[in-house]
């Protein structure tokens, strides 16, 4: 029994050719993919190997805090060159305010937002820092998208504008359809009036949270906030204690007799001051009062609490201010 078939007319040679031309390939990925995927590599190995293999591994110790770590890694994108760092401690009161109060031995982020496991992504570049906006959004989304992969929920952060302002932002995925998004700056010249007081401060702090379009006002935001006032007596200088001579000075300029011997000290008439030679190392006192955490509902409080007396203070911490040159 014989049979026939239709063979395929050119048309239809044609058409299938063209389907199989638009095939795309979706195992070739873009350098902004493969950026991304190196990123979640490398967190997922620091999430594997945890704190103490890390440790092992011989993570940096850092000086500025004790019990805190780091480990990087160097990422390139984009003919650039990065450096990725995760920041870990040992301790649960590392930058959490359970530890030394006004610790001034603490990583910047950790005095502006508290954190204890952090990730920072930085140019190896003389500044350090990301001054491109476009840029520092698009490293703050490489890492955000590489940490949702691997569920990691550390906080991710940049570096950006000028380094003397020790300014990031940054983002952190909480586990849920809300992010948290950070935002740190530093003025150190020309410091607005309003951001002098506290009231000013608080009410900068509040408007940083923005929950939905509604006025902020209609919220009720509680501060927690600890303060510190420093008092210090005027220093003892060196031009305040020379007194000059009658016979004024000599044709070079110089005082006839030495700046010693023309000192006066505050003990010159005392018992001592025959045999006295060395100078006096004490320079004044510096008083510190200090408050402990209090709970603040609105600006009024604030404006209250920034006139309160220092004999309110529940610590005072004297100490003296001695010469540097002993």
């Not at 031309?21 to 979640?40: N, Q």
């Not at 490489?142 to 940054?170: E, M, Q, T």
């Not at 401060?201 to 009720?220: G, P, R």
């Amino acid at each position: 029994m014989a049979s026939t078939s239709k063979m395929p007319s050119s048309a239809e040679d044609e058409d299938l050719q063209e389907e199989f031309e638009h095939f795309d390939d979706f195992t070739l990925a873009s350098s902004w993919e493969r950026f991304i995927s190196e990123i979640e590599a490398v967190c997922r190995q620091w999430l594997a190997d945890g704190t103490k293999n890390l440790l092992r591994k011989g993570a940096i110790s850092l000086n500025i805090a004790e019990g805190l770590y780091k480990v990087k890694t160097d990422l390139k994108y984009a003919m650039k060159s990065y450096c990725m760092e995760y920041y870990f401690g040992t301790r649960n009161d590392v930058g959490r305010g359970k530890g030394k109060d006004w610790s001034c031995e603490l990583h910047n982020l950790q005095l502006s937002f508290g954190v204890n496991e952090f990730l920072v992504i930085a140019p190896q570049s003389a500044s350090g820092v990301v001054l491109d906006g476009p840029e520092a959004s698009k490293l703050l989304s490489a890492v955000a998208i590489a940490l949702s992969n691997c569920s990691g929920l550390w906080p991710a952060f940049v570096p950006v504008h000028d380094p003397s302002r020790k300014a990031y932002i940054g983002i952190q995925n909480m586990g849920t359809l809300f992010t948290r998004r950070f935002e740190a700056d530093r003025i150190g010249s020309q410091v607005p009036v309003k951001l002098m007081h506290l009231e000013g401060l608080y009410e900068l702090f509040v408007s940083k949270f923005a929950f939905s379009n509604m006025d902020l006002s209609m919220h009720l935001f509680q501060v927690n906030l600890k303060m510190k006032l420093t008092y210090r007596t005027l220093p003892y200088g060196e031009d305040d204690d020379v007194q000059e001579p009658e016979g004024g000075f000599t044709e070079s300029g110089e005082s006839p007799k030495s700046n010693h011997q023309n000192r006066i000290q505050w003990d010159d008439n005392c018992p001592w001051s025959e045999w006295y030679s060395a100078e006096d190392p004490l320079r004044g006192f510096e008083l510190l009062t200090l408050w402990s955490e209090k709970a603040i509902e609105s600006s009024l409080e604030m404006a209250e609490l920034e006139n309160v007396s220092p004999l309110e203070a529940e610590k005072w911490l004297i100490s003296p201010c001695l010469s540097e040159i002993l």
